[in-house]
Structures are given as C-alpha cells and as structure tokens.
C-alpha cells in the first residue's frame, strides 16, 4: 500500500518500485494481444482483434476502476462484525453502507454482481473476442483454486488489480533487487525504530498460561516471554500447529481444519545464458519486458483446472512468464538472463499422494515444453531451473499446502469472514494473541496492509495512539 | 376504449394462471392468451407414447406456495396428490442403496458420525431456506434508489437474517456464497450420501458441486419446500398438468377468460405506454396492461423489441443467464424396472443416480465443453406406480432429469441427442438390468428441445440461472426486478423474476400484487 510506503518512509530505506511495462498473450498461431498504458493504444489493440471489442474497452475499464476506488479504502480498515452490537461495528457498518451507496444504484447492483460472478461471464458481458477474454482472465484465477469459469474469479481479478504503484491504479511494478527488496526494507524500517528481529528461531508452540498468551518456545529449546504475540504464519498453521489443542475451543479448531488453503501454483526460476527470443513478438517489442502469457482461448485455461481437480498439475498450465533481468540487470551477471515463471494448476497432492521427485521432474518438462512451443532458442539457453512446487513452497517458505494468499479467496474467507467468522478483527481466540498474515483482511498479494490493520487493532487494545495510516488519503 | 381497463397476461405457465386468478380475483377484466393448444406451459402432462403419459418438464411438485393453494382453492378445482411425501432413494449399482426422509436415513448403512451429520446439517439448511423462504411472497427491495418503503423492505430482509442467532447467521454469511462440494466435504465421509444431496444443490442449474453458489441454489430448492404446500416432494395425482388445469379453473372461476392457441407475435406501444399485443395471426387485441408470463429475453427483445428500449437494459437484458443444462428423458416400460436390491414399493419414490460429488462434477466438466456427460446424474421417477392413469395396465412410465447436456452441444442436436440417450439407457441398465429391454419408446428432451416445444429461451427450466448475481433485487436484471419493466403498463410474471423457477406460483401472485399496486400509484 502506498500509505505504508510513505509512512514507514520505504524509499530511505532502499526499495525502489519500478512500474511493469505491461503483459502480453501470445497464441500458438502466432497472433498476439498487449497491454498498453495509454488508454486509446490499447483501444486500438483490443479493436485490432475485434472492433466492438475496442469500443467495450472503455466501459470495461471505467467499470473495474471504479471497483478499484471504492475497495481501495477498505483495505486498511478492520471489518465490521455484522452480528456485533458494538458501537464501533454499528458505526464501521454504517460507514460501509455510505461508502458503498455514494456511486448510486447501479454502481450497488454491479458490485454485488461482480463479487459474485466468474471471470469468464464477467467478461463475456464486454467483450466478444475469445482470446481477449482469455488475455484478461488469468487475473482472476492467480493463487486461485477455481477455473475461469468458476463464480467467484471476477472478485480474484479485483484482487489483483486493486494496488497501485505510483499513484496508478491497478499498475503492477517490480522491486529493484527482486521481492526480497520490499522485505529488507521493512526489516530496516523497523530496525530503525528499536524492533528487533532474530532469524533461524522457528517457532514451535505458543505459549499459552490461565487462558492468556505467555510467549513462544522455538525450535532450539528458546523462550520467549511476551504478553502479546502476533502470527505472520496462514491460520490453519497458526491454530494447528503452535497450539496446544487443549487451549482451544474445539468450535475453533475445526473451523481452522476446515480453513481452505489449497495451494493451486507452483514456480521455476530459471537462470538463462542469454535472452530468448519469441518470434511472435518480434525484437524490439516493448512487451517483452512485462508479463508473456501463451494462451488461445478460455477453454484451455478451464482445462488446465480439470486437470487440477483430477489431482494433477495441468498439462497445458497457464503461465506467468516474466525475465526481471531486462528491467533489473542488476538481478544477473552481465549477459545472463533470469526467468521468473509462475505456473497454474499445481495440486498440493497428486492424486492425493505427495509429490515424488519423477512429479517434480514431469511437471517441470511440462512447463518447459510449453515455452519451447513459442521460443525456439529457449532450451538452448537454459543454464539451471529451479522447481517449486507447493510441496517445497510449504517446507522452505511455510505456506500452508503452497497457497500464496495464505488462504483462497472465496466468499467464505473475505471481508468479517476472514480467516475465521467471528475473527476477522485480527484478534485470536485467547487473550493477547493476535493475527498479521494474508490469512487475514484485506488478504494476500505483497500490499501489506493485514500487518498495518493488525497493529492498529494491538494499540487500541493497549489503549496507545494508533499511528497507523487509516482509510486512504489521496494526495 | 374501454381496453384500457383489460389485462392481457402472455403465456398461460402456471405462474400467469396465478398471477391471472389473483387479478380475476380482484375483479380486473383479465384474458390469458396462451401459444400452444393446452395450458400450462412447461407445467403439463402429455401424451409421449400411445397410452403412456408424463410431466413433460418438472415433474416432482413440492414447491407449490401454501398461501396460493389456499387462497385459490386449488383443492375445490381438482388439485390432489398421487403421493404427498416421497423419500429419495441414492441408488447403488450393488444394491447398497439409502433411503433418506429429510434429515433421516431410513434404510441402508451410514456410519453414525455421517447420521448424527445428516440431521444437523438437514436442520440446519432448513433454517437458512427459511430465510430465503420468507423472500419470496415479496417484492425485492431496491437498494440505493426509492424512497423509505424500499429501506424498510431491505431492513426487513437483514432483520431476517439476524433473526438466526449469532452463530447461525455467520455460518449462514459463511455458506451462502460458496460451493456445495466444499460443505458436504466438512460435514460428511460417505460418498453415496454426499452425492445425493450435491445433487440437490445442481438439479436444473449450470453449476458443477464445485462451482460457487451452488449452496444458494440448494437452499432455494429447500426453501420452495419449506414454503410448499405439502413441505415435502410430492407427485400431482394426473402429473404436473393437473396444477395448471386447477389453476386456469381457479382464473376462469374469477371470471378471467384464457384462450389457447393463441401466439403472441408483439407488443404494441403507443408513446411509451403498452397499447396491447398482436397475435401471430394478425389479430390486434388492445389492453391497458400487459403481463408477460414469457422470460424476459423473449418478452423483452423480441416481443417488445430491443428498439424501444434504453440501449444499457438490453445489454442486461441480454447477458442475463439463461442456457439451460438439464435434459428430460421420458421411458414407456412394459413392465416395472427391477433395480438390484431395491424392494418394488421403494421404486415409486425419487430416485438418484449420483454415487458421489466428484461423479457430478466430472458430468459437469464436459459440459462445459459442449458435450453431454458421458456419465450423466440423474432424478427419476416412475409416477405411475402411484398414478394410474399414466400408462396402459401393468405398464409403467419412467421420467428422469438427465444433466448435463448442453443448450448448444458442438456435435449437432440430433446427434448430441441420439448419443446421450444411448448412454444414459447404458447406465439405467447397469443400475437395473434388463430395463432397456423393457423400453417400449423413449423421448429425450434436450435443452434446445426445450427451448422450442416450451419457448422457453436458451431452454433453462428456472428461465435463468439462480445464482447469486441473478436473486432477488438483481433478477432478471437490476433496474426490473419488482415485475414492472421500463415500459409502461409492462410486467413480468415468470420464473425470470424473483423468487425464481420450481413450480413455485410466487412470482405470478407477487406480480398481481405489483399491477395492482401499480395502479394505485397512478
């Protein structure tokens, strides 16, 4: 969230955001689809392949953005719990209801209908053009367990369009240095101000004394006493794991059994020996440097999803293709290339077993294959690939099953309903223990704003100022 | 002219007849025009084979509005059950079948975790059709727009659900907007019985188990029940049909006239007001108020026409959902099917083919890609064990909802239809051998089929899909949804209104009570 980035004064601390230059969908034929900054060029690209399709664009993004304004403010806000008679949920209730009735009536009946739709009708009630839906609908099943045909993907596309990078809305942008490069300038941040923070001590049990929060023990035999803890970890692992059971309500445990985290996406990092080229797109097209996408139709994204909920990654997966190295060469060493490919469906499971390493190796020949259908230099320059399926996301990152938003973003899981009913206020079922992760509202995606909300809720609790920036200011 | 004080209602379905014997009721001058030779709509029993008749569309009754059935007499006019209350039976191919009676298993083995399970979650999805029950005898409020009426209408409806409790009302907030594979996989282990009752959650929608919403889609076919007239599934004694004729007898009792045979082929406007319809013969036939018992695509685009509307309505218009995915099969049997383990008066009740939720879901899959299942889920009945009247003696009527099979299959119809037939009889076979030498003749309806005997566009039995972008104040399309259309003196009746399909009669009462309403405001 840019408040956070501001507030916490990111920029002193070393992270640089440089915004991405757009994504592109290439065919098998040949054909392409690009995503321009400025409105009329890309007006033009979607009329290129459709003409009506050019004028619809407009309505298209007139509509999602005003989405993207009246969400925006959300996010650094604690829901409301709607059973509650609290003044506090009363009042934040209120204000929900005039924030939403202040576009109108039909602004009201789009949104229901757009947290409620699938990607594929949502679109299908702009455009026309096959590919041109596909192009746009692989923003509503990232980190998704659903197809693009599932009801409820028009909401994950909101999700992903929802940040901002200098002051754009629903830009993306790459971290100078790679992702590790917005932590390490929070951890500064946070060094700056007296935190403290000590690495390899994996947490083992949260201690829990007379139905209050005692500390932590960690993995090497260390405690740490502290009258509030607060966990980063998804919810299911928080309460299934670092609890003692017995210190919870057996309501709530299975609640957090029955949490859904199914992980859906999986990962290779290659490292090229030079740049590969995509003869659709030409040398000097600027697309290169943002997302490549090789699809043709919204049925062979729905198939890739079959192939997930028959327990196996899908054999034509859609891909999230990236080479950071032509924005950052800062990333390889001179001449080399780094690919980044975000894969989807993986299954955590294959056929309800773990992954075995042939798995691992069929899945990455998989994904290799497919770019080596559009690049034909690409093999070539292949120097080393690593995989990350969900089994490694889970044991070298901990998330949960590999899911990256710390849980799915379904109607049961968003808004008072994340992670839990009843705990959507970033506070847990035992006294001082409170909730930060993506398990918690707003949800996943680096923005950062379940952290910011969870601490204005502990400084409440400890009745101190809270100093974390709320609603949104424009500037 | 005195027309101006007639109501001409298009389409005698059963929720025209009740929107019509309401309106006769309140002594309007009333006449019901109806295209085919019969009423009823997709609410009939006809002849498939010589001797052998069925409910050519919906064929359990057990939403039928309690109020309505009283209000109207339908019992006076002829309307009786062949069988009140019948039990599904989710049918095993090794005979391991269970008989479920709501939240009550009364035959077969579950283990008693999935038993206690049964009865909780029974209890509990009928709470929250409750909710939603209570809906539907009224207008959906607006929200945003209209005056104070419309904030006390949208209080109401929270009020409802506050009304739970706490707890109930989170899982309540929690469910509504989720799949049904996700929900029977926390509460149950047994797969038989998880089939079952997905299948509940996707009869006549375009949803997979896995697909969102269809818990809401569950939970409005229970609330039609909760509401229905018998609160369980019962069979009309004469089939489906004989709702229809009670409730046209009910309208012409009033003193509304319905004529059949009667295509309409407009609706004629005057300025921005209706004027009437013209029949497809040419026949002009003027009136002050026209309510259409067609779905909104049809009355909309074709008999009123996309030029005399505002160009962002019939873009609504236009995308509301409406292709249908359940195919009706009709059997003549010379005899009765003997299904493996399964005692001869269990046959009589519902039956299901849906051995688990991952079977439904794969049958939905390739759907998606214009083809029929090739191992479709199935609802049957055999009606006439109850019902004589059905087939020659000793002879049997089989009725089966069949799903999935596409509106616009990639294979052509005939040969989409011929394909899905064959493999639909293959599994009857396996579940009770020897039954395809027991077929006599058969029919299978599919969606296109549907479309063009019921006119029904895209051929989806609720008119449009039930899902959570088209309820309540957004069906059929935000901007119409309390039965008045943006032309004047037009309304809706159908199923394309809230509450929705099922044979049901809500929406026609609610949009008699709409043009009377409407006429008080003039």
């Not at chain 1, 017995?246 to 290659?270: H, T």
């Not at chain 1, 975000?342 to 077993?353: A, D, E």
């Amino acid at each position: 969230r840019p408040e956070l980035f501001r507030d916490l004064e990111l920029a002193r601390h070393g992270l640089q955001v440089v915004p991405n230059r757009g994504a592109v969908t290439i065919t098998i034929s040949g054909d392409d689809i690009g995503n321009y900054t400025d409105e009329d060029v890309q007006r033009r690209e979607f009329a290129r392949h459709n003409p009506r399709d050019g004028d619809a664009y407009h309505r298209y993004s007139t509509d999602v953005m005003r989405q993207c304004k009246f969400i925006r403010p959300l996010l650094l806000r604690t829901p409301p719990d709607p059973t509650s008679f609290k003044p506090r949920d009363i009042r934040e209730l209120i204000h929900l209801g005039r924030e939403f009735t202040k576009f109108g009536e039909q602004f009201i009946y789009d949104t229901l209908r757009f947290y409620t739709m699938s990607i594929a009708d949502f679109l299908g009630e702009y455009f026309e053009s096959d590919l041109i839906k596909a192009h746009l609908s692989g923003s509503g099943i990232i980190g998704s367990a659903m197809g693009v045909y599932s009801p409820g993907t028009a909401y994950v596309l909101l999700h992903h369009y929802m940040g901002d990078v200098d002051g754009s809305i629903g830009a993306w942008g790459f971290a100078r240095g790679g992702m590790g490069a917005v932590s390490n300038a929070i951890a500064s941040a946070y060094r700056s101000f007296g935190g403290e923070i000590a690495t390899d001590a994996p947490v083992e049990r949260v201690i829990v004394r007379n139905g209050r929060v005692a500390g932590v023990a960690t993995a090497n035999g260390n405690e740490y006493r502290a009258k509030i803890v607060v966990s980063n970890l998804d919810p299911k692992r928080t309460f299934t794991r670092l609890f003692d059971e017995g210190d919870l309500n057996p309501e709530f445990v299975k609640r957090a059994r029955n949490f859904k985290i199914r992980g859906s996406s999986g990962k290779l990092n290659i490292a090229l020996d030079g740049l590969p080229e995509f003869p659709a797109l030409g040398r000097d097209n600027p697309l290169r440097f943002g997302d490549i996408h090789f699809l043709d139709s919204l049925e062979k994204m729905e198939r890739a999803y079959d192939d997930w909920k028959n327990g196996t990654w899908s054999k034509e997966p859609y891909l999230d293709l990236l080479i950071p190295s032509m924005t950052d060469p800062t990333m390889t060493p001179p001449g080399k290339h780094f690919m980044s490919v975000f894969v989807q469906y993986v299954p955590p499971k294959i056929h309800g077993r773990d992954w075995t390493d042939q798995d691992r190796d069929g899945f990455k020949n998989t994904v290799l294959d497919q770019i080596g259908r559009y690049s034909p230099n690409f093999k070539s320059l292949i120097r080393h690939v690593q995989v990350r399926t969900p089994r490694e996301l889970e044991d070298e990152v901990g998330l949960t099953e590999g899911n990256i938003f710390q849980g799915e973003l379904t109607m049961d899981q968003l808004l008072f309903n994340r992670p839990f009913p009843g705990y959507a206020q970033y506070r847990g079922p035992v006294k001082g223990f409170y909730m930060c992760g993506s398990g918690t509202h707003p949800g996943g995606g680096v923005m950062a704003a379940p952290g910011a909300n969870a601490a204005r809720e502990i400084l409440l609790d400890l009745k101190r100022p809270s100093l974390v920036p709320e609603g949104w200011q424009d500037d | 002219m005195t027309d101006r004080n007639r109501i001409i209602i298009i389409g005698a379905g059963h929720n025209g007849l009740v929107c019509a014997a309401y309106l006769a009721r309140a002594r309007r001058e009333v006449l019901v025009l109806e295209a085919s030779d019969r009423v009823g709509g997709a609410a009939i029993t006809r002849e498939f084979a010589p001797g052998f008749r069925v409910s050519a569309c919906a064929h359990i009754c057990y939403q039928l509005d309690r109020g309505i059935v009283r209000e109207l007499k339908l019992a006076s006019h002829g309307l009786k059950a062949a069988h009140a209350d019948l039990r599904t039976v989710a049918l095993a191919t090794e005979g391991d079948h269970l008989v479920l009676h709501g939240g009550k298993l009364e035959a077969g083995l579950l283990p008693d975790k999935d038993r206690a399970a049964l009865a909780d979650y029974h209890d509990r999805m009928l709470r929250f059709a409750r909710v939603l029950g209570k809906q539907h005898n009224r207008r959906p409020p607006r929200i945003g727009g209209g005056g104070r009426s419309e904030l006390i209408a949208a209080a109401m409806l929270g009020l409802d659900i506050r009304r739970l409790g706490r707890e109930p009302m989170r899982e309540f907030m929690r469910i509504a907007g989720i799949n049904i594979f996700d929900v029977l996989e926390e509460a149950f282990e047994t797969p038989l019985l998880k089939g079952a009752l997905a299948l509940d959650a996707v009869l006549g929608t375009n949803l997979g188990p896995r697909s969102n919403n269809s818990v809401l889609t569950m939970l409005h076919r229970l609330s039609g029940q909760a509401t229905g007239v018998t609160g369980g599934l019962s069979l009309p004694a004469g089939g489906m049909g004989a709702v229809s004729e009670a409730l046209a007898a009910a309208a012409r009792a009033g003193g509304a006239t319905v004529r059949t045979g009667c295509p309409v082929a407009s609706i004629t406007l005057e300025g921005d007001r209706v004027s009437g319809v013209e029949l497809e013969g040419g026949e002009k036939l003027a009136a002050g108020t026209v309510i259409s018992n067609a779905d909104p695509a049809r009355t909309l685009l074709q008999l009123v026409g996309a030029r005399h509307l505002e160009a962002g309505f019939v873009h609504r218009i236009r995308n509301f959902r409406s292709k249908g995915m359940a195919a009706k099969l009709h059997l003549a049997l010379d005899g009765l099917p003997g299904f493996a383990r399964l005692a001869a008066q269990r046959a009589g009740e519902r039956l299901v083919i849906a051995p688990d939720p991952v079977y439904i879901d794969r049958a939905f899959d390739h759907a998606k890609y214009g083809q029929c299942s090739p191992d479709p889920a199935l609802e049957i009945t055999i009606p006439s064990i109850h019902d004589r009247t059905l087939a020659p003696a000793g002879r049997h009527v089989l009725s089966a909802i069949v799903q999935y099979a596409p509106f616009d299959p990639r294979a052509s119809t005939d040969a989409a239809r011929a394909e899905f037939l064959e493999r639909t009889l293959g599994l009857l076979e396996r579940y009770a051998p020897g039954l395809r030498r027991q077929v006599v003749a058969s029919e299978l309806l599919l969606p296109a089929d549907i479309e063009r005997e019921f006119r029904i566009t895209g051929g989806h039995w609720h008119h449009g899909e039930l899902a959570l972008d088209q309820i309540l104040m957004l069906r059929p399309v935000p901007g119409a949804a309390q039965y008045a259309m943006p032309v004047n003196g037009l309304y809706l009746c159908g199923a394309g209104c809230h509450p929705g399909g099922g044979v049901m009669g809500a929406a026609g009462r609610n949009a008699a009570h709409a043009v009377l309403a409407g006429e008080r405001a003039a």
